[in-house]
């Protein structure tokens, strides 16, 4: 039987949280699931959560709320999916490229030598669900010559003093660094819930807020409700409460709000993440690093030291001394097994659209090094231990054939 690259956990949890989404509440849109989804995950990172239709809208979200458009820049790591570039080129800032170390996460030598007068906000990236270094980049963004380079634009701005620190935590649900749920690393942090992500929603995201004084996280989120409802200050379910349809529109928001029953898969999920479903990743996670640690050729992917726990989210092996056409073969082998594989990703400055902007690889030799050899596994709740001996098998027989 053929191997998927990825399913999304769809058990009977999941299935009861739907119907009763459909046939006992009777409400679809943004609602109690989507506050019941949002407490849940709060839990997890301890700090107040808004959940939102994408990763994209929620980094969006945040850029807008921060006051950030055109004129400003902000710097991302090359080694990324394309949506965090996107999230700030959508509202008209200027997308600054950095390369990344070893471990795939932004470099902060590189973070340092890109800050202008006009950078307002960095959004580091923790690839496959391994967190970047935040405490080197917030030791950069608060060094005094950096932060007197800063030039706030908006009252905000002002108020935080600095360069504005969100987390694409797309992949990194779940993972901890010095001991620290994600989510307590940054400004903001946003997590996606895509189809493919640890936990799902099949499309949507999370913001968690994590501020520093005199910021409240508690109004900036009540604010930030509104602002994701095309800054509406009552969702259509609380306006649909007897007596409760006045409303104001208190800013020019967006409309990225979370659907109910998209909320309902989700909340399943939540409720057994840290207990059932993240173990499990970890434990299919570290069979694939004890079998790839026996072999010369592997370079194993980053997941666990003294001070960073990763989600397990991708399992992204090397192939040492492969360059981009024997790594092409290498998944064509696998394909015909019947075994789906990824990479992840297709760097930036090699897409259209970047290179049309005038984005070179030239520029980010460590992003297209470790993008050259570069496989992503299969590793997903539902995948079995015969699975995944099959996909290692699978593998070193195709490294083998291409030797």
């Known amino acids: 039987m053929p191997i998927p690259f990825s399913l999304p956990l769809i058990d009977?949890?999941?299935?009861?949280?739907?119907?009763?989404?459909?046939?006992?509440?009777?409400?679809?849109?943004?609602?109690?699931?989507?506050?019941?989804?949002?407490?849940?995950?709060?839990?997890?990172?301890?700090?107040?959560?808004?959940?939102?239709?994408?990763?994209?809208?929620?980094?969006?979200?945040m850029l807008r709320w921060f006051g950030i458009g055109p004129g400003d820049e902000v710097i991302i790591p090359a080694y990324t999916y394309s949506a965090t570039a996107l999230c700030a080129m959508n509202i008209g800032a200027t997308v600054v490229m950095v390369d990344v170390l070893d471990d795939f996460t932004i470099d902060p030598a590189k973070l340092r030598a890109a800050i202008t007068e006009?950078?307002?906000?960095?959004?580091?990236?923790?690839?496959?669900?391994?967190?970047?270094?935040?405490?080197?980049?917030?030791?950069?963004?608060?060094?005094?010559?950096?932060?007197?380079?800063?030039?706030?634009?908006?009252?905000?701005?002002?108020?935080?003093?600095?360069?504005?620190?969100?987390?694409?935590a797309a992949h990194s649900i779940g993972s901890t660094y010095h001991g620290r749920e994600n989510g307590l690393w940054a400004d903001a942090t946003v997590f996606s819930l895509h189809s493919v992500k640890n936990v799902t929603t099949g499309e949507g995201g999370a913001i968690c807020l994590n501020l520093p004084a005199p910021f409240n996280n508690d109004a900036e989120h009540t604010f930030l409700r509104a602002f994701s409802l095309n800054g509406q200050n009552k969702s259509a379910f609380e306006k649909n409460q007897t007596g409760s349809w006045r409303y104001d529109i208190i800013d020019q928001g967006l409309k990225v709000n979370m659907p109910d029953v998209l909320a309902a898969i989700g909340l399943a999920q939540m409720r057994k993440y840290a207990s059932e479903l993240l173990p499990d990743r970890r434990a299919k996670f570290e069979l694939y690093q004890e079998a790839f640690a026996h072999d010369e050729w592997a370079i194993l992917p980053p997941y666990m030291d003294s001070e960073r726990e990763s989600s397990a989210h991708l399992y992204l092996l090397r192939i040492a001394g492969a360059d981009e056409a024997r790594r092409d073969a290498i998944i064509q082998h696998l394909s015909e097994a019947g075994i789906g594989v990824n990479v992840h990703y297709i760097p930036m400055p090699m897409l259209t659209l970047f290179k049309n902007r005038g984005y070179r690889m030239a520029d980010y030799p460590k992003t297209y090094e470790l993008y050259a050899?570069?496989?992503?596994?299969?590793?997903?709740?539902?995948?079995?231990?015969?699975?995944?001996?099959?996909?290692?098998?699978?593998?070193?027989?195709?490294?083998?054939?291409?030797a």
């Open 12 to 61: 009977d949890d999941v299935i009861a949280e739907v119907n009763d989404c459909l046939t006992n509440t009777g409400w679809l849109t943004t609602g109690p699931k989507v506050r019941l989804l949002e407490a849940e995950i709060g839990k997890l990172t301890g700090t107040p959560v808004l959940c939102v239709n994408s990763w994209t809208s929620g980094a969006m979200l």
């Open 118 to 168: 006009r950078t307002k906000a960095v959004i580091p990236v923790d690839v496959g669900g391994w967190p970047a270094d935040y405490d080197a980049i917030h030791a950069v963004l608060d060094a005094p010559d950096v932060r007197a380079l800063f030039t706030p634009g908006t009252e905000r701005q002002a108020k935080l003093g600095r360069i504005l620190v969100v987390s694409d």
């Open 373 to 402: 050899n570069e496989i992503t596994l299969p590793l997903y709740n539902s995948l079995t231990h015969q699975q995944i001996a099959e996909v290692i098998a699978g593998v070193r027989a195709g490294v083998e054939a291409t």
